[in-house]
T-cell receptor
């Protein structure tokens, strides 16, 4: 039972445009959501997080939006740069699960010059 | 900066061998985790640990065990490696909310 889903395995965007990566979840007990970026042959790098009591968090070019009623979150990257090309994972945690993160399957973003 | 290191970047082992993957973190974090990453499946939790000598099974613990004798070190053990354990193994250490990952070990079992 996949509690966190990223339904798009890949996304291609032109440099300078907006990239929107989507994530859906099923467990209403999740209290934090996180986005990670992963290059090949490297470990994931933490990008940005959002608490379940907020609907938006922004950090530079990265903004995460949370829609609790739809159990949906999205990561916006504006403007997209070729160096953003990587696999992006969304993850969720629940306070009663001891800090475990549940990851989605990942979306591979390709930003073309 | 948090640093999480893993003992090997690439490892090739034979079926039936016992394999040790080591992970060390330098931030005095209590919680540490082992994941494997496979294409299309995301990161799946194998085992985690809340503290020294404490361990909990994750979602896919079969064929694996762990050891946490010191707070900074968390080891993953493949008791008898099999070809379906060929994967990228990632260790993580937990800060306040986020987890910090090591560079990963690409294990190939032949």
């Amino acid at each position: 039972d996949q509690q966190v889903k990223q339904n798009s395995p890949s996304l291609s965007v032109q440099e300078g445009r907006i990239s929107i990566l989507n994530c859906d979840y099923t467990n209403s007990m999740f209290d934090y959501f996180l986005w990670y970026k992963k290059y090949p042959a490297e470990g994931p790098t933490f990008l940005i997080s959002i608490s379940s009591i907020k609907d938006k968090n922004e950090d530079g070019r990265f903004t995460v939006f949370l829609n609790k009623s739809a159990k949906h979150l999205s990561l916006h990257i504006v403007p997209s740069q070729p160096g953003d090309s990587a696999v992006y994972f969304c993850a969720a945690s629940a306070d009663n699960q001891g800090g475990k993160l549940i990851f989605g399957q990942g979306t591979e973003l390709s930003v073309k010059p | 900066d948090v640093k999480v290191t893993q003992s090997s970047r690439y490892l090739v082992k034979r079926t039936g061998e016992k394999v040790f993957l080591e992970c060390v973190q330098d931030m005095d974090h209590e919680n540490m985790f082992w994941y494997r990453q496979d294409p299309g499946l995301g990161l799946r939790l194998i085992y985690f640990s809340y503290d020294v000598k404490m361990k909990e099974k994750g979602d896919i613990p079969e064929g694996y065990s762990v050891s946490r004798e010191k707070k900074e070190r968390f080891s993953l053990i493949l008791e008898s490696a099999s070809t379906n354990q060929t994967s990228m193994y990632l260790c993580a250490s937990k800060g306040r909310i986020e987890q910090y990952f090591g560079p990963g070990t690409r294990l190939t079992v032949t």
